[in-house]
């Protein structure tokens, strides 16, 4: 199995960038389909974006994808390391964000990855 953990996190005005990574060990994590989610208070599991063993990167289904086009996933296989860029960030992108992995069919939903980190936390201020 896999054991992931975030950093990056950090408060930021909005408007600014952040650069969350996830550091993986135990197995590689081209094995795994990764992912980044995120949970504000009272809200459930966010799906934010993931990448596939193939190198090609999923974000939202929805066109209103609250983070298209703002947040980018990366990964770097050598390093067994994913990354999530965050530009243009905004108040209500204020959350706990989780690096997760899955098998390599999972999708969206946060119940179809097996393994989590801690999170890190991300405040934007306005």
């Known amino acids: 199995q896999v054991q992931l953990v975030e950093s990056g996190g950090g408060l930021v005005q909005a408007g600014g960038s952040l650069r969350l990574s996830c550091a993986a060990s135990?197995?590689?994590?081209?094995?795994?389909?990764m992912a980044w989610f995120r949970q504000a208070p009272g809200k459930e599991r966010e799906f934010v974006a993931a990448?596939?063993?193939?190198?090609?990167?999923?974000?939202?289904?929805d066109a209103a994808d609250p983070v298209r086009g703002r947040f980018s996933i990366s990964g770097d296989n050598a390093k067994n390391m994913v990354y999530l860029q965050m530009n243009g960030l905004k108040p209500e992108d204020t959350a706990v964000y989780y690096c997760a992995a899955g098998s390599t069919l999972s999708g969206w939903s946060s119940m179809e990855y097996d393994y989590w980190g801690q999170g890190t936390q991300v405040t934007v201020s306005s």
């Open positions: 990448i596939k063993a193939s190198g090609r990167n999923v974000y939202g289904a």
């Open positions: 135990g197995r590689a994590i081209s094995t795994y389909r």
